[in-house]
């Protein structure tokens, strides 16, 4: 995909030329084609397989998915849907469209530990997960619609959009006093009617809502809002009479497609078909979809923070100031060691938690320790890496500040660090109280 790259992203694509190698070095050398005009077919039932996804993932985000990022700045809120339809033929032709998609649909069908790797590769660039159709939300609710959606459902809802077709959203979180970091303030509600469903509310922050085709809605149909259950899931076209897209929120972050928007559910009508799973079995179903999601979101982060130390390493390496280059300081070293060891415990907790979602085990304690973690962590290091490049990780001419800027949300996004910590902390006590009843 030949793109022009304006003047203004020079600096910034000299960095990517001069981080080409550095990125593709992290992995052994691979005998892949380069991209091509058809798309590449991957078998990955093996190590040495999912070994090569990562090396066509990380070719292809530095030959091609970078320098349209930064053409455009990282910001896709109101980017064109060509843009998308452009990065994931491009991802297509290399083969390694919708790698946790299963082959049933049309994907290369990789579990949580084999994708960690591929997924931060693909995050190197903000524009990474995008063309791989392994974004968030699409990315998420692809893996709940494979678990929970009937038969049905999958062929009109999960196959369009596994294979990049559509786009989708979901529609959970609500402008206060409703459902936020606390899912029980749910207040949107869903009322039964002899044609089906009525769903009335307001919910916000949606990512990807503008140009979605469809959201799973999660509305309250029993019980009051601070209830514990009594939600379902719906899934309604956004087409629908009476949803509306009331505004796209202006946020700190700017690179997901379709960015965040209100939305107003006005005597919205569905039928009985629109159900996803069971009546007030939603929450239930919310912890299928978001333990991975958070592992998701870990993975393709480490990417973005991954390339910002790469960044970093490569100014220490070049920039002489005090007789010295930066990376003779002692101080400049610390940082960087620090991010080395952010970055690698991070990759590990993320190990441990997908080899715990992929075997079935009790997941929850160590998704939200590895949430936690990681989006703390990732805010160091894109801190730190802004700090070694001083007055040039300010400015735009490299993508520091704008990786700074993306990261740092994560900290609230699918639970800020807070409520993790909470929950962290009562599961130890519930089980050291359990033990104490025990003897």
Same mark, same amino acid.
């Given at each position: 995909?030949?793109?022009?790259?304006?003047?203004?992203?020079?600096?910034?694509? =000299?960095?990517?030329?001069?981080?080409?190698?550095?990125?593709?070095?992290? /992995?052994?050398?691979?005998?892949?084609?380069?991209?091509?005009?058809?798309?590449? *077919?991957?078998?990955?039932? +093996?190590?040495?397989?999912?070994?090569?996804?990562?090396?066509?993932?990380?070719?292809?985000?530095?030959?091609?998915?970078?320098?349209?990022?930064?053409?455009?700045?990282?910001?896709?809120?109101?980017?064109?849907?060509?843009?998308?339809?452009?990065? !994931?033929?491009?991802?297509?032709?290399?083969?390694?469209?919708?790698? /946790?998609?299963? /082959?049933?649909?049309?994907?290369?069908?990789?579990?949580?530990?084999? =994708?960690?790797?591929?997924?931060?590769?693909?995050?190197?660039?903000?524009?990474?997960?995008?063309?791989?159709?392994?974004?968030?939300?699409?990315?998420?609710?692809? /893996?709940?619609?494979?678990?929970?959606?009937? %038969?049905?459902?999958?062929?009109?809802?999960?196959?369009?959009?596994?294979?990049?077709?559509?786009?989708?959203?979901?529609?959970?979180?609500?402008?206060?006093?409703?459902?936020?970091?606390?899912?029980?303030?749910?207040?949107?509600?869903?009322?039964?009617?002899?044609?089906?469903?009525? $769903?009335?509310?307001?919910?916000?922050?949606?990512?990807?809502?503008?140009? @979605?085709?469809?959201?799973?809605?999660?509305?309250?149909?029993?019980?009051?809002?601070?209830?514990?259950?009594?939600?379902?899931?719906?899934?309604?076209?956004?087409? =629908?009479?009476?949803?509306? $897209?009331?505004?796209?929120?202006?946020?700190?972050?700017?690179?997901?497609?379709?960015?965040?928007?209100?939305?107003?559910?006005?005597?919205?009508?569905?039928?009985?078909?629109?159900?996803?799973?069971?009546?007030?079995?939603?929450?239930?179903?919310?912890?299928?979809?978001?333990?991975?999601?958070?592992?998701?979101?870990?993975?393709?982060?480490?990417? @973005?923070?991954?390339?910002?130390?790469?960044?970093?390493?490569?100014?220490?390496?070049?920039? *002489?100031?005090?007789?010295?280059?930066?990376?003779?300081?002692?101080?400049?070293?610390?940082?960087?060691?620090?991010?080395? $060891?952010?970055?690698?415990?991070?990759? %590990?907790?993320?190990? *441990?938690?997908?080899? +715990?979602?992929?075997?079935?085990?009790?997941?929850?304690?160590?998704?939200? $320790?590895?949430?936690?973690?990681?989006?703390?962590?990732?805010?160091?290091?894109?801190?730190?890496?802004?700090?070694?490049?001083? %007055?040039?990780?300010?400015?735009?001419?490299?993508?520091?500040?704008?990786?700074? &800027?993306?990261? =740092?949300?994560? &900290?609230?996004?699918?639970?800020?660090?807070?409520?993790?910590?909470?929950?962290?902390?009562?599961?130890?006590? &519930?089980?050291?109280?359990?033990?104490?009843?025990? !003897?």
């Amino acid at each position: 995909m030949a793109v022009q790259v304006p003047s203004a992203s020079l600096a910034a694509s =000299r960095f990517a030329d001069r981080l080409g190698a550095r990125f593709e070095s992290t /992995h052994r050398d691979s005998a892949v084609s380069r991209v091509g005009a058809t798309e590449v *077919k991957v078998d990955v039932s +093996d190590a040495l397989a999912v070994e090569e996804v990562v090396v066509r993932t990380k070719r292809l985000v530095r030959d091609e998915i970078i320098p349209v990022e930064l053409e455009y700045g990282g910001s896709a809120h109101d980017a064109p849907e060509q843009l998308r339809i452009d990065l !994931q033929g491009a991802a297509r032709r290399a083969g390694v469209f919708a790698p /946790h998609v299963s /082959h049933e649909f049309g994907g290369l069908g990789l579990g949580m530990r084999d =994708r960690a790797a591929v997924f931060e590769a693909a995050g190197y660039s903000l524009f990474g997960p995008l063309a791989l159709n392994c974004a968030a939300p699409d990315e998420g609710n692809v /893996h709940l619609l494979e678990q929970v959606a009937t %038969a049905a459902q999958k062929q009109m809802f999960l196959r369009p959009l596994a294979n990049g077709e559509i786009r989708s959203c979901f529609a959970m979180t609500e402008p206060a006093p409703g459902a936020g970091s606390d899912p029980r303030a749910l207040a949107t509600t869903a009322r039964r009617t002899s044609a089906g469903w009525v $769903i009335n509310g307001r919910k916000w922050f949606i990512t990807g809502a503008d140009g @979605a085709a469809f959201a799973i809605v999660m509305a309250r149909t029993s019980g009051e809002p601070g209830s514990r259950g009594g939600a379902t899931m719906f899934l309604v076209p956004l087409d =629908r009479p009476g949803l509306h $897209i009331e505004r796209n929120l202006d946020t700190l972050d700017v690179s997901m497609f379709g960015g965040h928007s209100e939305l107003a559910f006005d005597n919205v009508e569905i039928n009985d078909n629109a159900i996803l799973g069971e009546v007030d079995r939603g929450f239930e179903y919310a912890q299928v979809r978001l333990g991975p999601a958070r592992m998701t979101h870990c993975m393709r982060w480490l990417g @973005a923070v991954r390339r910002a130390a790469d960044i970093a390493v490569e100014q220490a390496a070049r920039r *002489k100031a005090f007789g010295a280059t930066l990376g003779d300081l002692g101080m400049v070293q610390q940082l960087i060691a620090d991010s080395e $060891i952010d970055i690698e415990a991070s990759r %590990a907790l993320t190990a *441990k938690a997908c080899e +715990d979602l992929d075997s079935g085990a009790p997941s929850a304690q160590i998704t939200s $320790i590895a949430k936690t973690f990681v989006s703390e962590a990732v805010n160091r290091v894109a801190d730190r890496s802004l700090q070694i490049c001083g %007055a040039l990780g300010v400015s735009a001419d490299i993508p520091l500040s704008r990786i700074f &800027r993306e990261v =740092r949300p994560f &900290r609230i996004y699918d639970g800020p660090s807070e409520t993790h910590r909470w929950a962290i902390a009562r599961r130890v006590l &519930r089980e050291a109280t359990r033990e104490r009843n025990d !003897q």
